[in-house]
């Protein structure tokens, strides 16, 4: 099986894909290169299985995916924001939210690949907001606390906290109902006092998340809706 091996001042070994599909492990330094090989090969069938569900989102991304022109709808935690592409003479990209409309600007040759970039940045800064302020207001109910808030496009999970208690999220939870989006920002705090999914790990959720099955369950059956660009 083959796999990409990043080393650093982590505590624990984590297994995830990147954007290309590419299978990435990332391990303790002092963990040797053989105690890797056996930690990967006793997740397998996890890796198979991952690889076969990222392999059917893709066509499925690929049957849903926006062009990103005028009058596309966005999704927007619980909004709806219809597209408006302005082209100018500049050389940068702007976007602005105004009311229910997500504004565009970009120069007159921008190309899909520049409209993507441009909305999924934005949508990230809305996640380094949003999230981060629903991550402080949870920890401090919890009594945990996290180290930083990372911002990503994961493509095998929504959220993922470190041995350093970092905390990483994807930006697409800013295309999910915001119950969804923080479904997810609690999952990962709880993991903070309990690195695994034991049955006190989903006592704790459903502690400060009472209904976290109906958030999990909708996230399941729609998240290959959020991977709209």
């Known amino acids: 099986m083959q796999y990409q091996l990043i080393k650093s001042k982590r505590k624990t070994i984590a297994i995830s894909f990147d954007r290309g599909g590419n299978l990435v492990v990332k391990a303790p330094w002092f963990v040797s290169d053989r105690e890797v090989e056996r930690f990967v090969q006793s997740k397998a069938e996890w890796i198979l299985a991952t690889a076969k569900r990222l392999a059917m989102q893709e066509k499925k991304k690929e049957a849903v995916r926006l062009q990103l022109v005028n009058g596309d709808q966005l999704p927007f935690l619980d909004e709806h924001l219809t597209l408006s592409v302005f082209r100018e003479e500049s050389s940068r990209c702007r976007v602005k939210k105004a009311g229910d409309r997500l504004l565009l600007f ?29 991550a ?22 929504w959220g993922s906290c470190s041995g350093l208690s970092n905390l990483n999220f994807s930006f697409r939870l800013m295309l999910a109902p915001a119950a969804v989006a923080e479904y997810v920002v609690i999952h990962e705090l709880c993991h903070l006092r309990y690195m695994d999914h034991s049955q006190s790990f989903w006592q704790m959720v459903e502690a400060f998340c009472p209904d976290y099955k109906v958030r999990k369950k909708w996230l399941a059956e729609h998240g290959n809706e959020l991977y709209l660009f």
């Open 106 to 134: 970009v120069p007159y040759e921008a190309d899909y690949e520049i409209r993507r970039m441009a909305i999924e940045k934005w949508y990230r800064k809305m996640a380094a907001q949003w999230i981060r302020e629903r």
């Open 136 to 157: 402080v207001f949870y920890a401090g109910m919890m009594q945990v606390s996290f180290s930083e808030i990372h911002i990503k496009d994961q493509r095998s999970r």
